[in-house]
């Protein structure tokens, strides 16, 4: 592959580097090191960087990391807010952090539910509070995002052509897109982002993983990385061949074939749960472990309550009958909970 072989993010113009950096893995990271990891993607020709307010203090480490860059960096941030006063607040806050004038895209994050949908989307939703902040001259276009492996209201919402860009689920085990997405986005000339090509962490494969994204020229994926190895490791897939080998795609069907077992999609069709438990959710432990700051999984913390609720689990057996890939889940639930149970008490006792 050609040095310089940018993609385009659809209509907005946009040219970047094959492969994003994906900010959330950097929260786990110290100011100095994750400062470091952020430069040198940045000096490795990455010029595209995705980031939240949800993401810690992510964009603060961002910002530091760009306060000397002399070329164009695209940034892109999000609004998990609900109403148009707290997307634009949203919006100047994220300016602050990262040290900027304006944001290339602000997104609407993780619109997952119909509920959520109509709220950020309707009469003083978010998405007012972003086309003000756009028409202030802060931000320069809107994109929405989706954590679901279910593109069906991602297609509904670029279909009201409100969007430039939109960012999904997108890896060889998680699939959705494919369906109808890709297809909308590419007619209605949406820029793609692919997010968690690695899928979070449970794929350890980068080459294949990553390949499967690069290879398709309008999708730019985005890659949380901690570690200058790992900046160095993705850059030198994405300036390489997309092609896959005859021994990449080997170890793409035995990945395929071990993951199989115990790889939630996050499909959400074995939902609702009698017993409320947010089932995918409780099946990612490991991932959450290796991404996500330890405050955030203990007590109080964003996801604790989820791996609390699944120990109400009775083992009902409606989920079974649901899940598409025959997941043996009330099985799958009690290792994730042994496993966070397990880190949790390894955190309580450095205290």
């Not at 092609?243 to 074939?257: G, H, S, V």
């Amino acid at each position: 592959m050609e040095k310089y072989k940018y993609k385009q993010l659809g209509r907005t113009g946009i040219k970047v580097f094959p492969l994003g950096f994906g900010g959330h893995p950097i929260q786990k990271l110290s100011e100095e090191k994750a400062v470091k990891v952020v430069k040198n993607a940045i000096q490795k020709g990455i010029n595209f960087i995705d980031t939240s307010p949800t993401y810690a203090d992510s964009q603060k480490k961002v910002g530091i990391a760009l306060n000397d860059i002399d070329r164009k960096i695209y940034l892109a941030s999000q609004t998990g807010a609900d109403d148009k006063k707290g997307a634009l607040n949203d919006v100047k806050n994220s300016l602050k952090l990262l040290g900027v004038n304006k944001i290339d895209i602000f997104q609407l994050h993780a619109i997952t539910t119909q509920e959520r949908y109509n709220k950020r989307l309707g009469p003083g939703g978010a998405l007012e509070g972003l086309i003000k902040a756009r028409e202030e001259g802060l931000i320069d276009y809107i994109g929405i995002t989706s954590h679901k492996n279910d593109g069906d209201l991602l297609v509904k919402a670029i279909r009201t052509n409100k969007f430039d860009t939109v960012m999904f689920l997108h890896n060889f085990m998680e699939y959705d897109c494919e369906r109808q997405l890709l297809q909308v986005a590419r007619e209605l000339d949406i820029g793609m982002i692919a997010l968690q090509p690695m899928a979070g962490g449970r794929l350890d494969d980068a080459s294949v993983a990553l390949k499967y994204i690069l290879k398709q020229d309008d999708v730019v994926p985005i890659c949380g990385m901690m570690s200058t190895e790992e900046v160095e490791e993705n850059i030198q897939i994405a300036m390489g061949s997309w092609e896959y080998t005859a021994n990449e795609l080997e170890r793409k069907k035995k990945i395929e074939a071990e993951v199989d077992r115990y790889f939630c999609r996050r499909c959400d069709r074995c939902l609702p749960c009698p017993q409320g438990i947010p089932i995918s959710v409780s099946l990612r432990a490991e991932s959450f472990i290796k991404r996500i700051i330890p405050r955030n999984l203990q007590k109080g913390g964003n996801y604790h309550n989820a791996f609390q609720i699944a120990k109400a689990c009775n083992e009902c057996g409606v989920c079974l009958d649901r899940c598409p890939n025959n997941l043996d889940i009330p099985n799958l639930i009690k290792k994730n909970i042994k496993i966070m149970d397990s880190y949790l008490k390894s955190l309580d006792s450095k205290l």
